[in-house]
């Protein structure tokens, strides 16, 4: 089964997007932002680790031994590090620009304890999604912990993948897979008494392995009755594209009411992933024909790194220098965003595929040495 996930990578792009209006709704006054919806878009990173489950679980269960393991990790390195990397020394240089500037504009903030050497450190070397002593927020890029996630994510489905081949356990590969998401649970509950998932800088390595399992176990499922459920009528997709999707906008509007269930939008994820897979519904097929809606798919990594930086420069100029009124983001928000989508078009060019690619060459020649 060779295939590409469009609609799914439009949902990256859309979701990256309104995880971008939800950082910029601090800074903003009008019930564009400042609605119930996008405060609680935050949960849409749990959609990004169930996908991104979904994804691996497509390419990677035959992981079968530990050279096999260090060439994944290494693929996954290339492919996501660069970027954080870029956007971390990005944000040092605002931080060292704001001291420069303090004596002629107003800097808001100008020592934030959350940006320290300590906490450079945590986000370099990928650890700010774990509890680490004296660390008690997000730093730097805010969102890079959700990178963390992922990575600790790789790390626990690449060598359970490879133990799974090594014991022969390949048959019962998903009890294993939800065995992690019964220790992840279980790990959250110890920490909240409830099924609250909406950690970051401490516990949000948790929230990434419980999205990412689900996924996994998502795209098992498709795997094994993709055939038989494509017979079904359109209409029917149609109609369980719909209820997902509506579901889904429930409860993320409800927020507040349903983050204490947290675990119960990785179910809703899970069961989005596995209707829009198909591609069969009268919402994929409007989706997939908008062409600018693949380039925002293609740019979601992209956008998700870069926003929160340029959402911080954006309000600099028009709010602190040029004087706008926070009112004014009932319409500067479309203006920021494309500036974020025109640099996440240059960043995904000049950084991302520029690593990626560079990571086939060298796995290649590594998997040619091996031969």
Known sequence: MKHRFEVLDIFRGLFASLVFLFHLGPFANTPILNNRFVENSDMFVDFFFVLSGFVIAYSYQSLADWAAFRLFLKKRVYRIYPLHFVMLMAFVGMEVAKNLLAPY?????????????YTFFTSLFLINSTPVPGVNDVSWNIPSWSISAEMMAYLVFGSLVVIIHRTGEFNRRNAWYGLMIVMSLAALWSVSNSFQINYSFNYGFLRGILGFFTGVLCFNLF????????????ALFSMAEIASLSLIVLCIYNGET????????????FVCIYTFAFEKGIISKALKSVKILHKLGAYSYSIYMTHALLISLFNVLFIRILKFPPEAYSYLFILNFIIIYFVSAWTYKHIEMRFQYKSLKKVREEEVARK
């Open 105 to 117: 504009i107003q800097v808001n903030n100008l020592v934030n304890p959350a940006n320290s050497l």
């Open 223 to 234: 795997s094994k009755t993709h055939v038989q459920v494509r017979e079904k009528p359109s």
């Open 258 to 269: 349903m983050k204490p269930w947290g675990a119960v939008f990785e179910v809703l994820f």
